[in-house]
Structure formats: C-alpha cells, structure tokens
C-alpha cells in the first residue's frame, strides 16, 4: 500500500506539551494495532479536534497521534466475524484521536468494538454531519425525555446553539414539537437558527451575571454545552420538575451553583457522555436520530471541506467561527 497524508501530532522528548499538528505522510504501518482497517471516506471537526490540532490542551495522550474522535468509511480489512470486507461503519469517540490513532488519515486501524455499521439510509457523509456533536445532541435529548420534559411544559432552551451540538439539537427539539429557544453570542445566526427551528433567540449574556440561587421560573428544559456561569444561572430559572443535560464546558469547567434548585424546585441536572457510551445506546440515538432530525436542516447547518482544510479548519473552531456541522470528504 502506497503512503498516504495523515494529519500527525508528536512531543518534543521530554516536553510537557504537543506540537502543533502537521500533514505528513505515513504508511499503514504507522498506524496503531487494531482488529479491523478502514478507508476513511468522511471525518467532521468538533471543538475537541480543535484543541487537538491546535496543541491548546492536551488531548493527545499518546505520540505520534492522529487526530479526529469521528470517522465513517469501508472495511478493508477484517479478523472479525462482525465486519466483514466492504461494509459501512461508523466511529464516534471511544478515545480515537486521543489515545488511539484516529480519523485525520486516508486509513485507520481500530478494534471492531468501538465500530458501529452505518445504519440504513445515512451516506458517510451524512454521518459525518451528524458525528459525535449530532449524536450527542440525540443523547441529550433522550435525557430528557428519561426525566419525562414535554412540549406541553413550556420552552426548552439551547445553549451554545450556532455550535455543533446546539444546531443538531435545535433541529431535533423542533421537529418533536418544542418551543426552543436558542442562546447565541453570534446574533447574526439569528436566521440560521430559526431556519433550524428556533422559536426565540436570546443573548447568551443573559447568562452571564452574578448567579441567584434561584431565579423567575422560564425553562422546563434545556440542553447546555457551555458551563460554568451560564449552566449555573440556566439551572437556577428551571422550573419546577425540570431538567437539564449537560454535555459541554466551552465556557469552563466550574459550576458556581447553589443546591437550591434541586433541594426546591426538583430540578434534575443530568450529565450526558459521549465517548464511552455503549453500542446499543449508540445505536439507539442513530435510530433516534434517523427519525427525528430532518435531513434537510442537517444539510443547512453543515459545510463541505476537504483533507487539505483540516488544519485551518481546526483552527477556526478554536476561534469560535465555525457555524454547525463540518464534513471533510477523503
């Protein structure tokens, strides 16, 4: 097999922190031990990928290290009963492009447990769209449905909402029947966000203010991938009974919350992972996803790149100009 670009992150010996990722070309061998090999024909950029690329935190635990936590593409090569040459799969998370070689690469190498086959009527790049921040928006969602949030309870809110995991989530709440309102810092997605079904768009520095320990009742729901202040002022205007799923600390990773809300109000606050999910719950959310999410919003919230746009495109997330979903097309 000829050599092929792979985006690659190393560490200076004895250097506390990656490099900047580079292109540079490998061999299959350069990969990772794995019981399955895939051509990767569609990867996506989310704000971990970022941080990755850009040596911002460190996310890379392992050196060299490929990047890229999301990937569809084709068997090429199997020792499983389970995946056999030429089917369709799937990976979201389970530590690629952390700790495993990952999707920045014409190939990867992985352990058929952490594989999903791609589920009938999604194209690769389909999925890629979707990716880790479409799923775990699924994921969010279904929490609150677990807690028993109906649309008959008034409005849910999105935080975050230009981002990845807000457009999926918008999308979906809308077509199910909610009253959403999405929080923004970019009030020029205004009519990106209602095209996605957006009811309401709100300033996200309403959220930002001294937290009360309990505030005028607005949201029976909400889907946060912010933390820190605006989860904390979020939860203290939840009403009665209410929930809210949280998945994301883009604005940190501190709570600067009371107990009142759940000790008062019974507010739930549930905690929504991603990376380590279960395959049947994986399955269940794309099942989810294939019902609730209109294809065609998923289509208005993403942009198409190629293999050489990574680098740059890592670096945009960063700087807070990517609006919903990239694809990058091998």
């Not at 492009?97 to 790049?125: F, K, N, Q």
């Not at 998945?247 to 929504?272: E, K, M, N, T, W």
Request: proline residues 4%; hydrophobic residues 45%.
């Amino acid at each position: 097999m000829d050599t092929f670009k792979a985006i690659w992150i190393t560490r200076d010996e004895g250097a506390k922190h990656a490099n900047p990722a580079v292109v540079q070309e490998i061999g299959i061998d350069d990969l990772m031990p794995g019981d399955v090999t895939v051509k990767v024909t569609h990867t996506t950029v989310n704000y971990k990928d970022g941080l990755a690329m850009t040596a911002s935190a460190p996310i890379a635990r392992a050196f060299p290290m490929i990047p890229g936590v999301d990937f569809a593409g084709t068997v090429v090569a199997s020792d499983r009963d389970d995946f056999a040459v030429g089917d369709e799969v799937i990976l979201n998370g389970f530590g690629v492009g952390e700790g495993h070689m990952g999707a920045y690469a014409a190939y990867a190498r992985v352990s058929g447990d952490w594989l999903i086959h791609r589920p009938a009527g999604l194209t690769g790049a389909q999925a890629m769209a979707i990716g880790t921040a479409g799923y775990t928006a699924m994921l969010c969602v279904m929490a609150l449905d677990r807690a028993g949030v109906k649309p008959d309870d008034g409005p849910v809110l999105v935080t975050g909402a230009a981002g990845g995991v807000g457009s999926v989530a918008i999308a979906v709440l809308a077509k199910r029947g909610y009253h959403v309102v999405a929080s923004t810092g970019r009030p020029e997605e205004e009519d990106y966000l209602k095209g996605l079904g957006a009811a309401e768009i709100i300033d996200r520095n309403d959220f930002n203010g001294d937290v009360r320990p309990l505030s005028k009742e607005r949201w029976a729901g909400a889907v946060d991938a912010v933390g820190s202040k605006t989860l904390a002022n979020v939860l203290s205007q939840v009403k009665y009974g209410g929930a809210v799923a949280a998945c994301g600390l883009a604005q940190g990773g501190d709570l600067p919350s009371f107990v009142h809300p759940f000790i008062l109000r019974a507010v739930q606050l549930i905690g929504v992972e991603s990376v380590m999910t279960p395959i049947p719950v994986r399955k269940a959310a794309y099942d989810q996803l294939a019902k609730d999410l209109d294809m065609a919003k998923l289509d208005a919230m993403t942009t198409h790149i190629g293999f050489d746009d990574l680098l740059d495109a890592g670096r945009q997330i960063m700087d807070g100009k990517v609006r919903g979903r990239l694809v990058a097309t091998f």
